[in-house]
């Protein structure tokens, strides 16, 4: 049967599987990384796991990609590095009142 019809053969494939299990792993290393790196950061560099999906979608399941889909993935790397590179500098908080002072101060 297939998934389009409403069948759930796909549940009984052990790589199906292996993907939701990295999936989930991903996501919550992601999660984690914002506890320890600037969101600025983060988030860009997040945004390349749809390169990784598009590059194992060509080898895996023998997907065409295109030259815009290589085009847009070669501008969503270029697009992560450039923020990356270009983030703002933070230093450390070294203690409760600098918080305290930060989030009270305008603007």
């Given amino acids: 049967m297939f ?3 409403g069948g759930y053969s796909y549940l009984l494939e052990p790589l199906w599987w292996l993907g939701m299990v990295t999936m989930i792993v991903g ?3 992601n999660f984690v990384a914002y506890a320890f790196a600037p969101a600025v ?3 860009p560099l997040g945004a390349l796991s749809i ?3 598009a590059v194992l979608a060509h080898f895996i399941l023998k997907e065409k990609l ?3 889909g290589i085009l847009g ?3 969503c790397i270029m697009g992560s590095v450039i923020i990356v590179i270009h983030a703002p500098q933070e230093r450390p908080i070294t203690s409760v009142q600098e918080i305290w002072s930060m989030a009270t101060q305008q603007g």
Avoid: Q
């Fill in 3 to 5: 998934v389009g019809v």
């Fill in 41 to 43: 950061l983060v988030t």
């Fill in 66 to 68: 295109h030259p815009l």
């Fill in 51 to 53: 390169i990784v999906s």
């Fill in 27 to 29: 996501e919550v290393a």
């Fill in 73 to 75: 993935c070669v501008m």
